[in-house]
Every structure is written in structure tokens, then in C-alpha cells.
């Protein structure tokens, strides 16, 4: 069929994409990288499959801890997908809270409270109702208003991002359980900054709620 049939590029893609979920980032990187080349010529850069492609090659590189390269294919798939989907299609939503996430990990928490803001309001007005993408964009939402130590804000978000997430994929659920933690997390920097204020406890009443295995491996970390 030749590289350019779509039937190939799929295989490509979801060869990656296999590659990917194993945490072989390495192996995964030539198909992407590969997928996404090949998109560009055939397809054009607006169009929605070479968009993934682009955001793939940013969701890896952030994977391997190389958040100043990811950065540009993060930003082309935000501002191509702001203008060709519009505001509230899900792909630019997703587009805004993977920015968001990548420039709270480089440090530059304005910008992403900026957007992490931008992307549960326009969730809230786009999504449907209990829709679990809205835990996420909550849960990105509040790690960031954690770094930047504003702990009330940063606990209403996280709050919710866990109740989102528990009624819509239930309460064994990665997500779910991740947010667990990451409200235990909230809790023990809040009483760090503030002691005395019993925010321990309510620490380890969530870390109590984590599966073993995860409490296990934090103390092994």
C-alpha cells in the first residue's frame, strides 16, 4: 500500500502508541516521529489526525523529561486546534490542559494557572455532565494552584477532580486513585506551610483510602 496509505499510518501510529502505553518511550519515538512527517505531507498540519500526531510527539517528549522540546508541538497543536476546532471542541480543551500541565512542570505557573483556568471553564460550558475529562482538567487545575500555595482553591478543585472522577469511572479507577494522592499531597504541604492546623491528619485519612500497593511503593520511594 505504500507509507502514505492510511491504513499504514494507522499501523504506524498505533504501533507507537502500543510502544508507548509499555513505557518504551525510545521505541515509540520513530513511529511518531515517523507518523507525524508523513501526516504533514499528505494531509497538511490543520488537519485533525496530523494534530494528534503533533500532540503525541509532545505527550513523548514530556514523557522523557524533555519539556523544552515538547513544548513547540504542544503549542502548534494549541494554537492550530484554537483556530481550525474552535474554543470548546475536546481536542483544543485537551490541548489547553496538556499546555497548562507542561508549563506548570517548566515552573512558569502563571501562565499555566492561566490556562489550567480556561480549560475547566470552558469544560464546564462544553463537556456533558459528569464527563471524566473535567476531573482531569480540574485535577491539572489544582496541582498547579498547589504549587503556587494557594491550598483553599488548590482543595475545592481537587475535591471535585475526585468526586468526577469516582462517579464517572468508580473508585478503583487510576485516575481516581491518583487524585487521592494528590489530595493527600495537598494536605501535607498545607500543613508544612500552616502546622497546627490538623492538616496532617486529614493527610493520612486520604492516604489511608490508597490501595496498599501504592502506599507501599511511596514508602519504598
Known amino acids: ?8 499510518l494507522n ?3 498505533n504501533l507507537g502508541s502500543l510502544l508507548y502505553s ?19 505531507r499528505v494531509l497538511g498540519d490543520e488537519h485533525s489526525d ?4 503533533i500532540s503525541n510527539m509532545g505527550s513523548l517528549l514530556e514523557s522523557q523529561g524533555k519539556l523544552a522540546a515538547a513544548e513547540p508541538y504542544y503549542s502548534e ?4 486546534r484554537r483556530r481550525v476546532l474552535g474554543e470548546e471542541h475536546s481536542s483544543t480543551l485537551g490541548s489547553i490542559h496538556n499546555m497548562g500541565g507542561l508549563l506548570r512542570n517548566l515552573g512558569r505557573l ?10 475547566v471553564e470552558l469544560g464546564r460550558k462544553s463537556l456533558p455532565e459528569g464527563h471524566w475529562y473535567l476531573g482531569s482538567f480540574l485535577g491539572g487545575y489544582g496541582k498547579t494552584l498547589l504549587q503556587l500555595q494557594r491550598f483553599e482553591e488548590a482543595e475545592k478543585a481537587l475535591t471535585e477532580s475526585h468526586g468526577v472522577f469516582e462517579a464517572a469511572l468508580g473508585v478503583d479507577h487510576q485516575r481516581t486513585i ?5 489530595l493527600a499531597d495537598l494536605y501535607t504541604a498545607w500543613h508544612e506551610a500552616e502546622p497546627d492546623q ?9 492516604r489511608a483510602k490508597l490501595p496498599d500497593e501504592v502506599n507501599s511503593n511511596e514508602q519504598h520511594d
Do not use: C
Not at 500500500?1 to 499504514?8: A, F, I, N, Q, R
Not at 497543536?77 to 492550530?80: D, P
Not at 491518583?178 to 494528590?182: H, M, R
Open 1 to 8: 500500500l505504500g507509507v502514505e496509505h492510511p491504513s499504514t
Open 11 to 13: 499501523l504506524i501510529n
Open 22 to 40: 509499555q513505557g518504551k518511550l525510545a521505541e515509540a519515538g520513530p513511529y511518531f516521529l515517523e507518523a507525524m512527517e508523513v501526516k504533514r
Open 50 to 53: 496530523t494534530l494528534t500526531s
Open 77 to 80: 497543536a494549541l494554537a492550530v
Open 110 to 119: 502563571e501562565k499555566a494557572e492561566s490556562l489550567g483556568a480556561e480549560a
Open 178 to 182: 491518583g487524585a487521592i494522592k494528590t
Open 198 to 206: 490538623g492538616y496532617d491528619a486529614t493527610a493520612a485519612e486520604w
